[in-house]
């Protein structure tokens, strides 16, 4: 992980300044700054366009109740599109132009959750939802804990003062003259 983290903050500026010396060298210095600046506005204008039909599709998605996961991994892919878009440089602009392609978004995404889906435990108690992960035990049990627990079942019986009264009904155990204590 160190390795990774050294090459990212020493590769990608030495990247950038070679890329700024070989294009500053074949279009002047005034096309390049003039080329970074009009990528950083381009950029900002499609995210913010990509950005609305996100959270149109988040709210259709919520108004249905469903999951909308597409949508959360579009929203995550342009927040990171904008951070490099907005970062002066042409290899950054390039990975950041490359993340504002929907259907490669997709795949970088199917990509990841399947190099990381094996390490990940999914609980939900959304109806139809799968539960997954190395700790998941069909009988049940405590979420991640990976260790199969008691079910325990029972039956719900209401216990809501009539008419807003304010007192629990008579036949309820937390009315202190029914034996409740």
């Known amino acids: 992980m160190a390795l990774v983290l050294l090459i990212l903050f020493i590769g990608i500026p030495l990247l950038e300044i070679a890329a700024f010396i070989q294009i500053?060298?074949?279009?002047?210095?005034g096309w390049t700054l003039a080329g970074i600046v009009a990528t950083a506005v381009?950029?900002?204008?499609?995210?913010?366009?990509?950005?609305?039909?996100?959270i149109a599709e988040i709210q259709r998605a919520a108004a249905q109740d469903e999951i909308p996961v597409n949508a959360v991994i579009h929203g995550a892919f342009l927040l990171v599109a904008g951070l490099l878009l907005l970062t002066p440089g042409f290899v950054t602009d390039t990975i950041g132009f490359l993340f504002l392609v929907p259907?490669?978004?997709?795949?970088?995404?199917?990509?990841?959750?399947?190099r990381i889906s094996p390490h990940v435990h999914t609980m939900s108690t959304y109806p139809g939802y799968r539960q997954s992960g190395p700790g998941y035990r069909q009988s049940?049990?405590?979420a991640g804990s990976g260790?199969?627990?008691?079910?325990?079942?029972?039956?719900?019986?209401?216990?809501?003062?009539?008419?807003?009264?304010?007192?629990?009904?008579?036949?309820?155990?937390?009315?202190?003259?029914?034996?409740?204590q």
């Open 140 to 142: 049940g049990g405590n």
């Open 24 to 29: 500053g060298s074949v279009i002047g210095l």
């Open 147 to 180: 260790t199969a627990g008691d079910v325990i079942e029972g039956e719900a019986v209401d216990i809501t003062p009539p008419s807003g009264s304010g007192r629990p009904r008579a036949d309820s155990p937390w009315n202190p003259g029914q034996g409740g």
């Open 42 to 54: 381009i950029g900002a204008f499609v995210i913010r366009l990509q950005g609305f039909q996100v």
């Open 103 to 114: 259907p490669l978004r997709l795949a970088i995404a199917s990509l990841a959750w399947r």
